[in-house]
């Protein structure tokens, strides 16, 4: 009879898998989607007008979702969605899956477009697109 449990050791949820992702909790609370911001025939429009490859132009791009005549909360919270892993920047990683967060079956931007990309928004030439330099780049 030394069948003894130790269930004070058996804390482990079930769920231990899906909470240790980084991010979930990022998931749980960035509740809003883009398209509660944005018109899902305009997310379309803006989606099929850079379908093919390199033709990616981010000023046109905000346009056509109608972005750039949001208010500057809407901006944030776009943003918000962008910066997936909420460092508070959006970076080249980021950048990448751009149309994705829109719509999730677009391409992913390539190498170029995301430096062009970068370049259009980063003022400040560190690499990464801060909540400034975003809202200045959508609403210019
Ligand atoms: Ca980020
Ligand atoms: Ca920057």
Same mark, same amino acid.
């Given at each position: /009879? /030394?069948?003894?449990?130790?269930?004070? =050791? =058996?804390?482990?949820?079930? #769920?231990?898998? %899906?909470?240790?992702?980084?991010? @979930?909790?990022?998931?749980?609370?960035?509740?809003?989607? %883009?398209?509660? &911001?944005?018109? !899902?025939? !305009? %997310?379309?429009?803006? &989606?099929?007008?850079?379908?093919?490859?390199?033709?990616?132009?981010? +000023?046109?791009?905000?346009?056509?979702?109608?972005?750039?005549?949001?208010?500057?909360?809407?901006? +944030?919270?776009?943003?918000? &969605? #962008?910066? =997936?892993?909420? @460092?508070?920047? %959006?970076?080249? +990683?980021?950048?990448?899956?751009? #149309?994705?967060?829109?719509?999730?079956?677009?391409?992913?931007? *390539?190498? +170029?477009?995301?430096?062009?990309?970068?370049?259009?928004?980063?003022?400040? *030439?560190?690499?990464? &697109?801060?909540?400034?330099?975003?809202?200045? /780049?959508?609403?210019?």
């Amino acid at each position: /009879m /030394m069948e003894l449990r130790r269930s004070s =050791h =058996h804390r482990a949820s079930p #769920l231990s898998c %899906i909470t240790d992702r980084p991010g @979930s909790e990022l998931l749980t609370r960035n509740k809003m989607s %883009i398209s509660s &911001i944005l018109s !899902a025939d !305009a %997310i379309d429009s803006a &989606i099929k007008d850079c379908q093919a490859p390199e033709s990616f132009c981010p +000023k046109k791009f905000f346009q056509l979702c109608g972005l750039s005549k949001k208010s500057p909360q809407d901006v +944030k919270k776009v943003f918000g &969605i #962008l910066d =997936h892993d909420a @460092s508070g920047f %959006i970076e080249e +990683k980021e950048l990448k899956f751009f #149309l994705q967060r829109f719509c999730p079956g677009a391409r992913v931007l *390539s190498d +170029k477009e995301t430096k062009n990309f970068l370049s259009v928004a980063d003022d400040d *030439s560190d690499g990464r &697109i801060g909540a400034e330099e975003f809202q200045a /780049m959508v609403l210019s």
